[in-house]
């Protein structure tokens, strides 16, 4: 079936430090990759989603790019703030379908 | 911005009992989604809802589950007679377009079944 897998937390980094959040998707279909935030109280957001194979989404500093041949769509942030501080949930989507498949969720804590 | 609201943010009850979550979604979607993490756990899709049907369901929303659109605006999910395992979060989620590839969550209701 279909399913995601994201690298386990959580995830501690300074402020400025370079993110990278991996995840990985088997799919019986050709899906659609998104990563989801979730702030303290408050619901999942998009935050970025690729449709096609190398196309790269991109928000708020933050980027992923749809890497077929290894079947993943890495999250990376070149220097994270503390307001980056939340749980990333990468997930996918197959065409004609209409269920997002989650990953299980990174914790990631920004100290100053 | 519009966003999703869902009413109540947390939800204690006993089992057996019949719990509805309620779920206001953005006035000009059509298409509602419900889902759910069990503490620990992924986000996992029960169901989506179009046009008063259900269009996908999960093996998870069994008989005990139903969704309804009362009105014009809420979008509930009714748990029967809740179980111990029924405890998670519940979100809410609705989007402009059938393909669901930008779907706008709520905050979520917790349910404990105690």
């Known amino acids: 079936g279909d399913s995601v897998t994201q690298m386990e937390g959580p995830v501690t980094l300074s402020e400025e430090a370079f993110l990278t959040i991996n995840c990985t998707y088997t799919?019986?279909?050709?899906?659609?990759l998104f990563w989801y935030v979730q702030y303290p109280g408050e619901g999942l957001q998009l935050l970025l989603k690729a449709t096609k194979a190398d196309d790269k989404g991109s928000n708020k500093g933050f980027e992923a790019t749809y890497r077929k041949e290894t079947t993943s769509f890495h999250l990376e942030k070149g220097s994270v703030q503390v307001s980056d501080s939340a749980v990333y949930f990468c997930?996918?989507?197959?065409?004609?379908?209409?269920?997002?498949?989650f990953g299980q969720g990174t914790r990631l804590t920004i100290n100053p | 911005e519009p966003e999703v609201t869902q009413t109540p943010s947390h939800q204690v009850t006993q089992m057996g009992q019949e719990v509805i979550l309620r779920c206001v979604p953005i006035?000009?979607?059509?298409?509602f989604y419900w889902y759910r993490q069990i503490l620990g756990q992924k986000v996992e899709f029960l169901v989506s809802?179009?046009?008063?049907?259900?269009?996908?369901k999960s093996e998870i929303f069994d008989d005990q589950f139903s969704v309804e659109r009362p009105d014009g605006s809420n979008f509930t999910l009714k748990i029967r007679s809740t179980k111990l395992e029924d405890s998670a979060m519940y979100f809410c989620?609705?989007?402009?377009?059938?393909?669901?590839?930008?779907?706008?969550f709520g905050p979520g209701t917790r349910l404990t079944v105690t």
């Open positions: 997930a996918l989507i197959i065409q004609g379908a209409q269920k997002l498949v």
């Open positions: 809802f179009y046009n008063n049907e259900i269009s996908e």
């Open positions: 989620a609705s989007s402009a377009d059938r393909t669901g590839s930008e779907q706008y």
């Open positions: 006035s000009n979607h059509l298409y």
């Open positions: 799919a019986t279909g050709y899906p659609s």
